[in-house]
């Protein structure tokens, strides 16, 4: 397929600055970062999160009034999937110590450290163990663990992406276990890029004032996910459930949280799971795809764990951000929306506008890249269109092959180079179309450092929980989150497990009443949650369906 | 990873081919996937649906095209669709897995380990000499590997060689549905792939050395006085921080404020 002509005879733009670019970035200079207040404004004039009709207040529950984006506020207000009043919870199918809801890598992470406590540990997940977005991540994950780095430069460098937002407990414990988690991965196996005498090799992400990004290739998250579901697979405590959904949490007579209901999605089964401690570990809101944007999420990624501790009142914060990754691919149209990792960067790529000029240094924080490149692709009307319709920005791969050698690109980014030569491009050749693309959860739950929850008994850990990285989460930090806060909230478990009785009767009392306040505030659209699967079925086909009762 | 959801693309205008889903006839856009096609022919999948980005494995997928005696392989999300194409997905890989521990060995991060976890792999995973050479699992896979080529150094104890030749699998399994001697290449290479993280490869002395700092609570004190910081200091402290150079030396560069070192 390749590059058509039109969009040929633009790259030559490229190829022109690049000697001079390349020159530059070899003495070490890089063009200009914004000030705060250019931050500022380039954040309010472009990042979508800012758009107010894009909004709309919550009616009902313990975020009433908080303005987020439509397409969640819809799902936080949705009915439950379950006939409450056909549902038995006599029958309990699974007593477990702890049940983890989610088995990506902050499900597995927590299940090995509860495991390894004593309990015994059942997981549900809604796809295969590890079809996550844990198992998507590329670029690497954020440690101090030299020299010249320590946990406070991680510290204030967390708390500044995040505009200092971020709760500082849970900033100070993901920055000091750094080190630790890091090891525990290194100790289990996991193939860290090293130089030969053992030295990690670290890289630096937006944001970070040193190099601190670990990797595994570019294949970081698929390393740590494949690792730790095969340790999980080692051990006979722990029970895992695939294709079987959480649909509600259950709560208990002390209104401590006692398990939850499952669906087996295969045979339509529900199964009930009595539990001491219930992890939430759903991950994130990908694939809700808020203002129509595509998203690197996995397929499962649709905010059901939100959704599910909502109705039993837990608390959100920050889910009025998401975060747009800067760099999602725009062409081949078959690779839209496919994320291409700030590793690319990392290795010196430049971005730049239409005739081939750079417009921002390359590694802003995330949010403010992303409004940058809206910028020049709206206001400044220096995008690079698609033949199908899209508008874009260069990305300078084929510099990473000047500043750091030949092979550089195939080493480091193979397996983003299989996926652009499989059109018909080389990336280690010619630069990679790139517009901003829906990617991360930078909000959830309101917990407490070990993943504790405002219900006794209920932790949540990873992308369905915030606060962590505030309003902004630095790339690397996230697999860092998950293996922290994973395996914090699998001990806490554990301990809780130990300490708390057996829950007694079983109750969806809180989904009874927040269904009533669904109907106190007027919403009765219909509209049921967790989403679970997107639906992707066109238009044609959908109208052919309507004429049926589908059980 | 577009769809009909959050394409911007020209699909009504896109011209339509035919191709036999499990043996049903569907026409669909010619540009899309295999994945996005049984999508736009109104399947919603369960199974064979992860992270539709080429990393997971779970659209391991077998095609013929017409006129072609041979069956093709492919990740159904990184496919696309041909004229005629013949498509089927596979559901779940059985495959087979010992259970062990990785633990077991001594002498952690040292080379000389070698000798005892070569006898490991031989005795859990004692199928991977029945190879017979074939290539069917080379041709067969989906990232492009050379598995002939990972399981002959497994067989022969090159277990680190082996690790890196097989570090891009995202064990999808179709190799392991292929072979003539019915090995499971990707789960042989999973367990050698641990052995070469946690015992060919030197340990991290940097990071041990952090992690006893860590534990001996050096940071803090420090850290609470980040924490104690109000939002002006932090900020000034954020904006006026030292950046390490991008091509700095790995472990060399001293920065000039280490105060918070
Ligand atoms: C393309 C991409 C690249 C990334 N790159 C990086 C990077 O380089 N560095 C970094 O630090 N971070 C990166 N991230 C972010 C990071 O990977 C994720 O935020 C993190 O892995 C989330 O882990 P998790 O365990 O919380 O959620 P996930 O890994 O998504 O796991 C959640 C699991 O829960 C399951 N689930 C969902 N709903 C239910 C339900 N109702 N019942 C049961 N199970 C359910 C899901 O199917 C999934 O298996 C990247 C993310 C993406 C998408
Ligand atoms: S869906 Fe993950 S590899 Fe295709």
């Known amino acids: 397929m390749s590059y058509p002509p039109e969009l040929k005879s633009l790259i030559r733009f490229v190829e022109k600055t690049r000697p001079q670019r390349v020159e530059r970035a070899r003495r070490g200079e890089s063009y200009p970062a914004l000030t705060l207040a250019e931050r500022q404004d380039r954040l309010t004039r472009f990042h979508p999160d800012y758009r107010a009709e894009a909004k709309r207040a919550l009616s009902v529950g313990s975020n009433k009034g908080d303005r987020l984006p439509i397409e969640l506020a819809d799902l936080l207000e949705s009915h439950s999937r379950l006939d409450l009043d056909e549902v038995r919870l006599d029958r309990v199918d699974v007593d477990t110590d702890v049940l983890i809801i989610g088995a990506g890598g902050a499900g597995t992470a927590a299940a090995l450290e509860a495991v390894q406590a004593g309990a015994s540990v059942t997981v549900a997940t809604k796809l295969r163990h590890g079809d996550a977005n844990t198992v998507m991540a590329e670029g690497g994950i954020q440690g101090a663990t030299a020299e010249a780095d320590s946990p406070c430069y991680h510290y204030i460098d967390a708390m500044g992406g995040g505009h200092f937002s971020n709760a500082p407990d849970l900033v100070e414990a993901l920055v000091k276990d750094a080190p630790v988690a890091i090891e525990w991965l290194e100790r289990l196996g996991v193939l860290f890029d090293k130089y030969p005498d053992g030295r990690m090799k670290v890289r630096h992400g937006g944001g970070t004032s040193r190099k601190r990004l670990h990797s595994c290739g570019d294949m970081t998250g698929a390393e740590i996910m494949r690792v730790l579901r095969d340790e999980a697979r080692n051990r006979p405590g722990i029970r895992m459930l695939e294709f079987t959904p959480a649909l509600e949490l259950l709560l208990d007579e002390r209104g401590q949280c006692a398990g939850a209901v499952l669906l087996n999605l295969e045979t339509r089964e529900l199964y009930i799971v009595r539990a001491k401690a219930v992890i939430l570990s759903t991950g994130g809101l990908g694939r809700l795809h808020i203002q129509g944007f595509p998203c690197t999420n996995h397929y499962g990624a649709t905010a059901d764990g939100l959704v599910m501790a909502y109705r039993a009142g837990i608390k959100t914060c920050f889910l009025d951000s998401t975060q747009f990754h800067p760099t999602g691919a725009i062409y081949p149209e078959q690779n839209a929306g496919l994320l291409i990792t700030e590793k690319v960067r990392g290795l010196g790529a430049h971005l730049l506008n239409r005739s081939g000029e750079e417009f921002l240094f390359a590694l802003e924080p995330r949010d403010v890249a992303s409004a940058c490149i809206i910028r020049e692709c709206s206001e400044q009307g220096l995008g690079v269109a698609t033949p199908a319709g899209r508008s874009g920005v260069w990305l300078d791969s084929p510099m990473i092959e000047l500043l750091h050698g030949e092979g550089t690109v195939r080493r480091e980014l193979g397996a983003k180079y299989l996926q652009f030569q499989r059109f018909g491009i080389d990336i280690s050749r010619e630069p990679m179309l790139v517009y901003p693309t829906l990617h991360y959860q930078n909000g959830g739950l309101v917990i407490g450092v070990n993943g504790e929850t405002s219900i006794p008994g209920l932790l949540a850990a990873g992308e369905v929980s915030g606060g962590v990285h505030g309003k902004n989460r630095l790339m690397g930090n996230s697999l860092l989150d998950i293996v922290v806060f994973g395996r914090r909230a699998g001990l806490a478990a554990a301990a809780y497990a130990r300490e708390a009785g057996a829950p007694k009767a079983l109750s969806l009392d809180h989904v009874r009443s927040f269904e009533r306040e669904l109907t106190e505030a007027g919403i009765s659209d219909g509209k049921v949650g967790p989403m679970l699967l997107p639906n992707y079925a066109p238009e044609h086909i959908r109208a052919r369906r309507v004429a049926m009762h589908v059980p | ?261």
């Not at chain 2, 199928?127 to 041709?139: D, F, I, L, Q």
Request: glycine share 10%; proline share 5%.
């Open chain 2, 1 to 261: 990873m577009s769809n009909d959801n959050d394409s911007n693309g020209s699909k009504n205008k896109e011209k339509l081919i035919p191709v036999q889903i499990m043996g049903r006839l569907y026409d669909v856009p010619e540009s899309l996937t295999i994945m996005k096609a049984v999508e736009y022919a109104g399947y919603q999948y369960v199974r064979g649906c992860g992270c539709r980005g080429g990393i997971c494995g779970a659209c391991g997928t077998f095609y013929r095209l017409p006129g072609d005696y041979q069956l093709m392989t492919g990740l159904a999300c990184q496919t696309v669709v041909q004229p005629g194409m013949m498509i089927m997905q596979l559901p779940y890989v059985p495959a087979n897995r010992p259970n062990y521990d990785v633990e077991a060995f001594d002498g952690n991060g040292v080379a000389g380990a070698n000798g005892a976890l070569h006898e490991s792999v031989r005795r859990l995973f004692p199928e991977v000499y029945r190879c017979v050479g074939c290539a069917t699992c080379s041709r067969t896979c989906p990232m492009g590997i050379d598995v002939m080529d990972y399981v002959a150094l497994i067989g022969r104890g090159e277990l680190a060689k082996a690790a890196d030749l097989s570090f891009s699998c995202v064990m999808c399994g179709l190799c392991a549905i292929r072979c003539p001697a019915e090995i499971s290449q990707h789960t042989a290479a999973m367990y050698v792939r641990r052995l070469a993280g946690r015992y060919l490869t030197p340990k991290a002395e940097h990071l041990t050395r952090r992690v006893a700092e860590v534990q001996a609570g050096r940071f803090d004190g420090k850290l609470a006085q980040l924490k104690a910081m109000k939002r002006d200091e932090l900020t000034s402290l954020y904006t006026n921080r030292e950046r390490e150079p991008d091509l700095s030396e790995p472990g060399q560069w001293k920065p000039k404020d280490a105060a918070w070192l």
